[in-house]
Structure formats: structure tokens, C-alpha cells
Nanobody
Framework: QAQLAESGGGLVQAGGSLRLSCGFNGRAYRGYNMGWFRQPPGKEREFVAAIRWNGDDADYTDSVKGRFTMSRDKDGNMVFLQMNNLKPEDTAVYYC??????????????WGQGTQVTVSS
């Protein structure tokens, strides 16, 4: 089964930055749009950002526009989420997944372990 492996989370103060990474088998996910989702404590998982399979454009939920930037590597094996000006409300476990219209699409696959982002005030 193709794996999704998130990393890069940590504890930062409000206003700080983190860069998340998600590694995956580029052949298994060839042609897929990829996205980031997050699950705050006690809440449901929500859409954060997505990028086209070729990396030519990205989509963001309103709460992170202007602060987060999604990208992917040239070989199609990783996606990234640069998070600037972090706020306490960004605290969540962050996950990556193939994405269709802001909805995760995981046929025959499971969520990765996610990476914890904690933002203190």
C-alpha cells in the first residue's frame, strides 16, 4: 500500500514559521492533486490547502490565505506546506492526502500518522 509520511511539525510561538513535508511514492500518486488537511484538538479534520499534480497552482482555505504556501518537488515525490505567521488556532495534527475539490481521496489507502503543530500564544 502506498504510504503517506508527514514530518516537520513542532512547537512554535505565535508569529513563527514551520515547513511541513509529506513524502510518498510518486509513481503510486502520479497525476493526483495533493492536499493538506488538519485536525484541531476535539474537532473534525478540515481542508487546508491543495496543489495540482503538476504544481502549477494551489488552493487554500480562507483562514490560511496569505500565510501558508503549498508546493511540491520537481520529481513528484513530496509536497510541502510553508506556514508563516502561525496562530494558536493553527494548532492541529496535519495530514497530507490526494485531494479532489478539497475532499480527501484515499482509494485503497489510509491516512498517514500526521505531524503535530502546536502554536503557543
Amino acid at each position: 500500500q502506498a504510504q503517506l509520511a508527514e514530518s516537520g511539525g513542532g512547537l512554535v510561538q505565535a508569529g513563527g514559521s514551520l515547513r511541513l513535508s509529506c513524502g510518498f511514492n510518486g509513481r503510486a500518486y502520479r497525476g493526483y492533486n495533493m492536499g493538506w488537511f488538519r485536525q484541531p484538538p476535539g474537532k473534525e479534520r478540515e481542508f487546508v490547502a491543495a496543489i495540482r499534480w503538476n504544481g502549477d497552482d494551489a488552493d487554500y482555505t480562507d483562514s490560511v490565505k496569505g500565510r501558508f504556501t503549498m508546493s511540491r518537488d520537481k520529481d513528484g515525490n513530496m509536497v510541502f506546506l510553508q506556514m508563516n505567521n502561525l496562530k494558536p488556532e493553527d494548532t492541529a495534527v496535519y495530514y497530507c492526502a490526494p485531494t479532489i475539490r478539497r475532499v480527501p481521496h484515499l482509494p485503497g489507502r489510509s491516512w498517514g500518522q500526521g505531524t503535530q503543530v502546536t502554536v503557543s500564544s
